[in-house]
């Protein structure tokens, strides 16, 4: 059985290595329900959004982690994002059409899809200040791009595995925490757990349970895992941040808008929620912006 939209936490008992956990099913599902990404795409979008999952573990308190890369490739852009909450979404932009049918249809390198690009990663937490890194993307696995993150922004060491099929995407990290044992005891256990996590294999992750994965890896250490946290694809899209984004492009153009199409009407790039505006409504939008202005 698979632990279907679920984060977990584990950890090594007497050691100072932590991990985490997850399998994405129907919230993935459902973001490439209507997209009509190539396979390639859809399966490297799987991986952005596991490892989202994965790194939103970092978040102590409400926030947002936000996986994206920009490259120069086939894919413009490609974006995961995940909330305090398990809340997630994301996007990917660009022409496929130059990818040839075996490119399309079979996993890809991430750099064939992105061609050269950087990856940003950035953590916002709501009430205090955000923190971005940036990496050059220079392996053609998500997940040792990230593993470079976590060694040069982060400083902590970081095993990351991810995995993607048409309906399911899996990801499971280590991480070595600050100390407080000796460097040589410390560097003797993170190889030691290194090797074994190297062993884990794609279709193991999108088959097997978590408990089952970290057993087939670990069964000869004392693995704590604790309670599942369930993850959701949810769009924080709302009819009020939309006009909140239309005030800022001014009256003028939105009654020219109007002028020309009857209405403003506004798609949410994540979820395709259609917000329309019509001119009444556009004129008290603006009288309301400018009473809370003054
Ligand atoms: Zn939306």
């Given at each position: 059985?698979?632990?279907?939209?679920?984060?977990?936490?584990?950890?090594?008992?007497?050691?100072?290595?932590?991990?985490?956990?997850?399998?994405?099913?129907?919230?993935?599902?459902?973001?490439?329900?209507s997209?009509?990404?190539?396979?390639?795409?859809?399966?490297?979008?799987?991986?952005?959004?596991?490892?989202?999952?994965?790194?939103?573990?970092?978040?102590?308190?409400?926030?947002?982690?936000?996986?994206?890369?920009?490259?120069?490739?086939?894919?413009?852009?490609?974006?995961?994002?995940?909330?305090?909450?398990?809340?997630?979404?994301?996007?990917?932009?660009?022409?496929?059409?130059?990818?040839?049918?075996?490119?399309?249809?079979?996993?890809?390198?991430?750099?064939?899809?992105?061609?050269?690009?950087?990856?940003?990663?950035?953590?916002?937490p709501e009430?205090?200040?955000?923190?971005?890194?940036?990496?050059?993307?220079?392996?053609?696995?998500?997940?040792?791009?990230?593993?470079?993150?976590?060694e040069?922004?982060?400083?902590?060491?970081?095993?990351?595995?991810?995995?993607?099929?048409?309906?399911?995407?899996?990801?499971?990290?280590?991480?070595?925490?600050?100390?407080?044992?000796s460097?040589?005891?410390?560097?003797?256990?993170?190889?030691?757990?290194?090797?074994?996590?190297s062993?884990?294999?794609?279709?193991?992750?999108?088959?097997?349970?978590?408990?089952?994965?970290?057993?087939?890896?670990?069964?000869?250490?004392?693995?704590?895992?604790?309670?599942?946290?369930?993850?959701?694809?949810?769009?924080?899209?709302?009819?009020?941040?939309?006009e909140?984004?239309?005030v800022?492009?001014?009256?003028?153009?939105?009654?020219?808008?109007?002028?020309?199409?009857?209405?403003?009407?506004?798609?949410?790039?994540?979820c395709?929620?259609?917000?329309?505006?019509?001119?009444?409504?556009?004129?008290t939008?603006?009288?309301?912006?400018?009473?809370?202005?003054?």
């Amino acid at each position: 059985m698979k632990d279907q939209d679920t984060l977990q936490r584990f950890l090594f008992d007497g050691t100072d290595t932590r991990g985490e956990i997850t399998t994405l099913a129907s919230s993935y599902q459902n973001m490439i329900a209507s997209k009509n990404y190539p396979t390639s795409v859809a399966l490297l979008f799987g991986e952005f959004l596991a490892a989202a999952s994965l790194l939103s573990s970092s978040l102590k308190y409400p926030g947002i982690v936000n996986i994206q890369a920009s490259g120069s490739g086939p894919i413009s852009m490609i974006m995961a994002e995940c909330s305090h909450g398990q809340k997630l979404r994301g996007i990917v932009r660009g022409n496929f059409d130059d990818l040839t049918y075996e490119q399309q249809s079979t996993r890809q390198g991430v750099s064939t899809l992105l061609g050269k690009s950087t990856l940003a990663i950035t953590v916002e937490p709501e009430n205090s200040e955000r923190y971005q890194g940036i990496v050059p993307i220079e392996n053609d696995e998500l997940s040792a791009c990230l593993e470079y993150y976590f060694e040069q922004s982060v400083q902590l060491p970081t095993k990351i595995r991810l995995a993607s099929s048409k309906t399911c995407a899996a990801g499971v990290l280590i991480q070595q925490m600050p100390s407080s044992q000796s460097v040589i005891e410390q560097q003797h256990e993170w190889q030691h757990l290194c090797t074994l996590f190297s062993t884990i294999k794609s279709s193991e992750q999108l088959e097997l349970s978590h408990n089952d994965q970290l057993y087939r890896l670990f069964n000869e250490e004392n693995v704590r895992l604790f309670d599942a946290q369930m993850l959701s694809y949810f769009c924080s899209c709302s009819r009020h941040r939309t006009e909140q984004a239309l005030v800022s492009l001014g009256i003028e153009e939105l009654l020219e808008t109007c002028k020309e199409q009857g209405q403003v009407s506004i798609t949410c790039q994540f979820c395709a929620e259609q917000y329309e505006f019509t001119k009444d409504q556009i004129t008290t939008m603006f009288s309301q912006s400018t009473t809370v202005l003054h």
